[in-house]
């Protein structure tokens, strides 16, 4: 597997596992069980979390399904915003950690930014990790201005900026990315595949088509072209496990690159960051 830098040194794997809308449905429960423990027997040992996800239902499945591995992979979670403050935030913390059934977060993020002043949330994870609960922390959903607030508010010990970035979500090559590459901290790609949607998306059903591969294979490793880049798709069965851990190895020609770049054209100014 394919890995990726955090600050300081520590790899992890370019491709991870989102877990967004799992552990919500009794009926999909022993598939989505499946399917996470397959994607770390694969190498997508990083897996994204969250308290607000089916208010702790999708914590409680990863927790049920990885527990007896818990040395074996890279485990993300994320804070309400409200929960982000100085006299909230390791309350959450240890929710989320024993609705995992753990000891620590390996990294645990701002879920989008709120009312509680960046600086208050930057000192309120550090004393989290000084205590052990997590290993790292960074954000989520902050824009360029945002992430130069958060750094000259005392914020500059975070380690990645998690954003919605696919093929129709490009904003963030306009300013965003070059200011986390410049700072060498990753980004985290979101809804990589558009939740679904890019699926079915026309060009890419061609490209795929002619390359032995899927239209999500193809999204992902659109994706996973920049360096510094680790994607999260959700996949709730098998299949879509083993067809987005492939997905790392496909190397898009520059036919394909341009036929990309004329259907999903790059920004050409700054747009705001989006956000699911
Ligand atoms: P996504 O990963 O782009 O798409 C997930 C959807 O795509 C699911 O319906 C899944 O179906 C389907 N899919 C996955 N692999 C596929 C494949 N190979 N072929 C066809 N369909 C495939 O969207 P997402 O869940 O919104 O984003 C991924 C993760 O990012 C989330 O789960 C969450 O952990 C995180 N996230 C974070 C934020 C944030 O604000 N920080 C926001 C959104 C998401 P099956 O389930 O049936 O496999």
Redesign the pocket.
Known sequence: MRTVSLPGGEQVPALGQ????MGERPDRRSDEIAALRLGVDLGMTLI??AEMYGEGAAEELIGEALRDVRDTFFLVS?AYPQNASRARLRAACEASLRRLGTDRLDLYLL??RGSVPLGETAEAMEALRTAGKIRHWGV??LDTRDMEELFAAGGDGCAVD?ILYNLTRRGPEHDLLPWLEARALPAMA???????RL?ADTTLRRIAEAIGA?P?QVALAWTLRRSGMIA??????AA?VR??RAAVDLALSAEDMAALEAAFPPPRGRRPLE??
Do not use: C, F, R
């Not at 989102?18 to 809308?21: D, S």
């Not at 979101?190 to 679904?196: A, I, K, L, N």
């Not at 999260?232 to 069965?237: D, L, M, R, Y």
């Open positions: 989102g877990t967004w809308m994204d979390t994320k879920h989008w989520s959903n998690q979101y809804s990589p595949v558009e939740q679904g699926v899927t999500a999260i798709p959700k996949a709730g069965t879509h067809e987005n956000m699911l």
